[in-house]
């Protein structure tokens, strides 16, 4: 390496005499502190100084470029590793000036035996501007090019692939984190020339995602065979590519897989099934009475609630279970199950347990519980569409058959669910098609021992599977969104069966059901006005029929609904009253005109006669009309009679009819009145 050379020397005592008369610019140049220390005449001339005291004062690193600081390190760290010598293209920028310059660089020892840089420049004074700024441009560059020998040994690093690879990878099979990308990359080239991929590549920060294109050339110093790499690092693109998929597959709320994240999991777990020999379960997990919270307390805490319930099931996971939240309040788990220690039934029980919890807010208290269908892999389907389709029904079975249970799928459900499926796909072709028809079952006043009311109810005749019962083709309308339109047929037809009834001197009421998912509805209210208008019915002869459930999940717009359609003069009745979770604040808030006690506890008088009587006697302090439904024998509407009921309705009296059966019976009552 070369001696350290004083700042200026005597002509007439060493060898500086020499380089002052060289026309070759010369000058050392300090990399630590950024200046120039020492420069003969011809360097002054370049540098455009007045001497070199002048020189000397030029912090250079203040208005160096990140890029040019990096390339001089590693200039830094060449010299002082080994006697390297660098010949480059440079564009120097003098008081602003550029000045394209040929630069030998070779490494010399500093006073304190620091490593600074011996500059031997040539102006490049007939160099063309492309060339000027592709050199500039390869030095600044943050694309990462290297040149290396057929067998991957490197040749050549521009400064950006020496930062990345500082020597470490001289074969390029080595900077590869994974050997088959690598091999990808060789086959591409040897069919094709050239090569382009993503791949991770081990650097000096750790393993980065490069993008590379690579392709086959000459070697310009040698001629011998090479392969030129550029390189871009795109791990910052791979990571938010990641963070997409991600958010993509998992609910944002609960931090659970979504439904997208289904069949691969499935896959997975039932992989793992077969090759164990386990057993695989799929629970759908659905709350009841979900929408309460929300409509009740507030979106926050129905959020809130979620979160909480994404929380206990994955406190009831195993090592190789997994919890998914498909959207809104239903919730899957796949469960993995040792066929020697069964425990699907079992964690069936504890998620009822778990999941089965109060939740209040500001003096309101709202339960909530979950209906849970549990389908079995293979056994109800070999793919995870099929098993959520088992799973969804039986929970479906659970809910309609009380909630807050688990129901197995077994094979006996499978025809009902084909039925159910197949239905559920013709029922807008009926309700369009005029598949759907009215009939009417009477209500029996007691104190006028005749006919005073009518309810309509839907029937449906299907071509092919004949009347299909009212408990089977409701829910399907609920669940296809075809509920509204079923009850505006139902709602048309009924008006105007009571107007004509009305004309023909037939005075009898008509009471028509109607769902929560109608009186959600923001414009219900304006259009049973409008049905009521076009029937020409007067709104008093007409009673809308709601469940219990309609007063506790009910939101703001279900309690204008009714005060809207209260404001048309007609009444509200409370169906299948004795079953749910009524009470009087709410009763006496809705201004109820009827309530009829559910079938089932008429049907099990004399049994439930406290039950039924404490009923009657909260109507009586009511002040509304008191129907007993399901009334089926002579004892039973006797005692409903005696005990304070002013309607009974029921198989006693008569079956649902046809509008024409229905207006003889009324007609052949209005004969035989006195």
Known sequence: MATALLPRHDPRTGPGWMLERLGTAVWIFDIDDGCVVWANTAALEIWNAAGLEELRARRMNETMSPAVQRRLRQYQADFAARNTVFTELWTLYPRGVPRPMRVRFSGVRLVGGRVGMLCE?????????????????????????????????ALYLNPAARAAFEGRHERLVDRFAQAEDHARLLDALVGHGEARLTAPVHTCDGVRWHELTARTCLDPATGDPSLLVSATDVSSLKQAQALAQDMAHHDPMTGLPNRLMLSPLFDRLSAHARAAGSGLGMFFIDLDQFKSINDTLGHQHGDAFLVEVGR???????????????????????????????R?????TRMLEQLSMPVGSGGRRVVVTPSIGLARFPDHGQDAQSLLRCADWAMYEAKTQGRCQYRLFHDQSRTRMETQLELLADLKEAIDGQQFDVHYQLRHSVARGRTVAVEALARWHHPVHGTVPAAQFIPLCERAGLINALGTLVMQRALGQ???????????????????????????????????????????????????????EGSRTVHENLERIRALGMR??????????????????????????????????????????TI?????????????????????????????????QGFHFGRPMPAAEMEARLAAEHAAAP
């Open 121 to 153: 420049g040539a102006p490049e004074e007939g160099m063309e501007p492309e060339m000027m700024r592709s050199a500039d441009a390869l030095l600044h560059t943050q694309l990462m090019i290297s040149l290396h020998r057929d067998d991957g040994r």
């Open 312 to 342: 206990r099931l994955s406190a009831l996971r195993g090592a190789q279970d997994a919890v998914l939240r498909l959207g809104g309040d239903e919730f899957l788990f796949l469960a993995i199950e040792d066929p020697a220690q069964p």
């Open 344 to 348: 699907l039934e079992a964690l069936a």
């Open 498 to 552: 009571q107007r004509q009834w009305q004309a023909r001197g037939l005075d009898v009421g008509v009471s028509i059901n109607v769902s929560l998912r109608q009186l959600s509805d923001p414009g219900f209210g304006a259009h049973v006005a409008q049905l009521l208008e076009d029937a020409g019915c007067q709104g008093d002869r007409i009673e809308l029929e709601l469940t219990e459930t309609v007063l506790v």
């Open 572 to 613: 509200i009745a409370i169906d299948d009253f004795g079953t749910g979770y009524s009470n009087l604040a709410r009763l006496s808030e809705t201004a109820i005109d009827c309530i009829k006690i559910d079938r089932s506890l008429i049907f099990g008088l004399p049994r439930n006669a406290a039950i039924v009587e």
């Open 616 to 648: 009657v006697a909260m109507c009586r302090l009511m002040r509304v009309t008191i129907v007993a439904e399901g009334v089926e024998t002579a004892e039973v509407a006797e005692w409903a009679g005696r005990h304070g009921c002013h309607e009974l």
